[in-house]
C-alpha cells in the first residue's frame, strides 16, 4: 500500500515543482517587460519634453522674427510715405545753406584764388564751420589733427559743423581719404590719424541723417555715387588687411574706422557679416563697438558674441555688449563682474609685485567704471573696491618715494668721496684708456657721464660722454681741438707730484699710488694757454695704453 501511494505521490510533486518553475519563468518575464516598458516611457518622454522644447524654442523665434519683420515693414512704409516730405526738408536746408554768409575772403575779383581759410585758434566751432562752408577737406583734417588735445570740444562741435557741407558724404570721404583705407602721407608726422578718421566718420552721421524727425539715422541721405565710393574704400580696406595678416592683426583704431565707415555710409554687406563678426570679438574692449555690432548687422549674433567673451575671460565686455543688446535678463551683470573680479585675481597672482599692483589697480579701475556707468551701485557696492584702490595706491606711492630716496642717497656719498680730494682706488687709475680719437660707444658715453671732478681740474672739468672711463681722460674743451686730437690733452689729477713714477712693466700690476703725469705749461692758466705753439704731450708709459 505505501509503495502504491508513493509510486502514486511522485507525478504529483513533480508535476508542482513545473509548475512552480514556469511560475517563476513568467514572473521573470513580467519583470523583464515592465523594466522595458519603464525604459521605453522614459525615452519617449524624453523625446517629447525635447521635441516641446524645441517647438517652444521656435514659436518664440518666430514670434521674435515676426514681430521684427513687422516692425521693419511699418518702418519701409513709414520712409516710402515720407520721401516726399523729406525731399522737401532737405531742400528747405538746402536752401538756408545757399543764403547763409559764405566764408570771409581777402581777395578782390580778379585775384588769385586765396590760400584755405586759418580759422582762430580761440574758437573750435568757429573754425570748424568756416572749413565745412568752404568745402576744404584737407584743411578740415588738419584742424582736426591740430587739435587733438580738444577732443571733447571737437566732438561737440563737429555734427553742427558738418551740417553746413553742400555734400557731407563727400566730403567726410575728401577728408579721410588721406589716411584712409590706407595712409598715403609722405612724411607720417604724427603717426597714426585712425583716431581722427573714427571722429569725423562718427560725427557726420547726423548730417546724413535723413531730415524726417521720426526716421532719422535709419535712413541715411548718402548718394550712389559716394555710396560707391565708400564700398571701394571698404574693400580697399580689406584687402590691404589680408595682405598684411588678416583683420585680427590690425591696429585697433583702424579696424574701428573700418567699421564706423561701413556702419556711416550704410554699405554693410551680407557676405561680410563673418568678417564685421570676427573685428567686434577681436576689439570689443572698445567702446563704441556693442553699439558698431548692432548698426551692422549682427544683432542676430549678440548671444554668441557675448557668451564667446564669456569664455575668453572678457566679462567686462560681454556686459557692455548685454546692455547694448538689452540681454540683460540671460546674461545678469553682476554676476559677470563678480566672476571678472575672482578670474583677474588669478592672472595678478601670479605676476610680480609691480606688474600685480598695476594689474590690479586697472581691473579695479575697470570694474567702477562700468559699475557707475551702468549704475549698478545698488546691486554691486563699490565701498570695498574703491578702499582697495586706495590701498594699491598708497602703496605705489610709498615705493616710489623709497626708490628715490635710495637713489639719491648712493651716488650722493659718491660725488662726496671723490670731491673731498681723496686718492683714486688703484684699479681706476690704472684702466687702459682708448686714444685712438674715435668716437665713443653708448655704453662708454652712459658710464662716463657720472664720473666727478677731482681737485686740481675746475669743475666745468667733468668727464661726460667721451668714451674715457676717467674725469681726467677728456680732451680738452677748447674750440680749437673739438676732441678730434689723436693724443687728447689730459687734465691734472689730485696725486702730489712729489710721489716718483714707478717702473712698472706691461705684465705688473699698478701700484698704488698711480703713477702722476707733469703739469702741462700753462694748463691752469685759463682757455688762452691753449694754442698751436703749446708743446705736444708727453709719450707715457705704454702701460697707460693698454
Known sequence: MAAAAAEEAAPAADAIRDGFAELERQQELLASCTRLYQQLTEHFGSLERGIKSRSDSLRARRRVVELRASRRLDALRRRELSIDASVKLALSRLDALA???????????????????????????????????????????????????????????????????????????DAVSEVFPVDRRAVRSPTDLAWACVLILEAVVPALADPDPEIGAARPMVPQAARDRARGMADEWKEAAERKGGVEGAKPPDAHAFLQHVATFAVAEKEDKELYKRIVLSFSWRRQMPRLALTLGLEDDMEEIIEELITKGQQLDAVNFAYEAGLLEKFSPVPLLKSYLEDSKKIYCISDNVNANKKEQSVLRAVIKCVEDHKLEAEFPLEDLRKRLEELEMAKTEKKKAASSCSSGGPASKRIKGSAGGAMSPSKAGRPSDNTGAPSSPATATSSSSTTAFIGSPASHVSYGTGSPYSYDRSAGHALYCGQSPLPMREPYAYPPAVPVPNVGLGMPYQAPPMTYPIYAGYNSGLGAYGNAMPPAPAFHQAYYR
Do not use: I, Y
Not at 570748424?128 to 582736426?144: E, I, K, R, S, Y
Open 99 to 173: 543764403k547763409s554768409p559764405a566764408p570771409k575772403r581777402d581777395r578782390e575779383d580778379g585775384d588769385a584764388p586765396p590760400s584755405p581759410p586759418q580759422p582762430s585758434s580761440d574758437d573750435v566751432a568757429e573754425g570748424l564751420a568756416a572749413l565745412c562752408a568752404a568745402m576744404d577737406p584737407a584743411g578740415f583734417l588738419a584742424f582736426v589733427v591740430e587739435r587733438r588735445k580738444e577732443v571733447d570740444a571737437l566732438r561737440a562741435e563737429l555734427p553742427a559743423a558738418l551740417q553746413r557741407c553742400v555734400d557731407p558724404a563727400r566730403f567726410a570721404m
